[in-house]
């Protein structure tokens, strides 16, 4: 069973940090915008320093760079300490949900040891009560990656496209240990193996309710129809493609 996001037309990137985005989901972001070039993509980074901000900015439009239309909302709530400026946050999700209204959100995970990225994610849930919402992954120190129940397999010139877009994007990040092409690299290779996608490649989300086979109404409905085709066993688990 192959799962198609057939009218996915406004997507809501959600990242706590300049390169969130771009290190849990660019490849879903760019395989998205490769599908349909109506997009219109909003892409929100909540803290960053002006360097960061600035970072965050021209790498947002090195992604975006096929949208059809594009709004990038820099924020500058303070870096590690998101749960105690819970309160400006969320007045800034609110401000948002009356902004927008996507077709599919991307967040931060549930599960994720970062405490900003944690708010992000409750936050999501919290605002946008019937939209799909998927959750991305990002490696850490902490060690807390999980099992994603979502995969979208990425070609071998789309994820090197991303890893080229994150390294050269984000000079301040240079110093730190973690931040080389083969951290990216390495995720996505092991999603490719899950997914068992044919070009090795796959970011893994997760996917914690969706409504199908809907009639226009219910708890998760999305403007977007999710529709299945039972033509396709390409992979065993959904993939957005
Ligand atoms: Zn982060």
Redesign the pocket.
């Known amino acids: 069973m192959n799962v198609q996001f057939d009218n996915v037309n406004t997507v809501l990137c959600l ?6 985005i771009e ?1 849990g989901c660019g490849g879903t972001i760019l395989r998205l915008l490769e599908l349909n070039p109506q997009l219109t993509v909003y892409w929100v980074v909540l ?1 960053g320093s002006d360097v960061r901000a600035g970072e965050a900015r021209r790498s947002a439009e090195r992604f975006l760079e096929e949208a059809a239309e594009s709004r990038i909302i820099t924020k500058s709530f303070r870096d590690s300490f998101f749960p105690y400026c819970g309160e400006e946050i969320k007045e800034f999700f609110f401000e948002l949900q009356s902004q927008v209204s996507p077709d599919l959100i991307l967040t ?1 995970r549930r599960e ?1 040891m ?1 405490q ?2 944690r708010v992000v994610s409750e936050l999501t849930w919290n605002t946008f009560r019937r939209h799909q919402i998927l959750e991305y992954e ?1 490696p ?1 120190y902490e060690g807390d990656l999980g099992t994603p129940n979502v995969f979208v397999p990425l070609s071998q010139a789309t994820a090197q496209e991303k890893v080229d877009a994150i390294v050269e994007s984000f000079p301040s990040q240079a110093d730190k240990p973690w931040f080389t092409a083969d951290t990216f690299w390495s995720l996505m290779r092991i999603r490719g193996i899950e997914a068992n996608a044919d070009s090795q490649f796959a970011e893994g989300l997760y996917c914690r309710k969706m409504s199908i086979l809907t009639t226009g109404s219910g708890p998760a409905q999305t403007a977007a129809a999710t529709s299945f085709s039972a033509d396709s066993l390409a992979n065993a688990a959904g993939s957005v493609s």
């Open positions: 990242g706590s940090h300049a390169d969130d290190i803290s931060h994720d970062h900003d990225h990002i850490k």
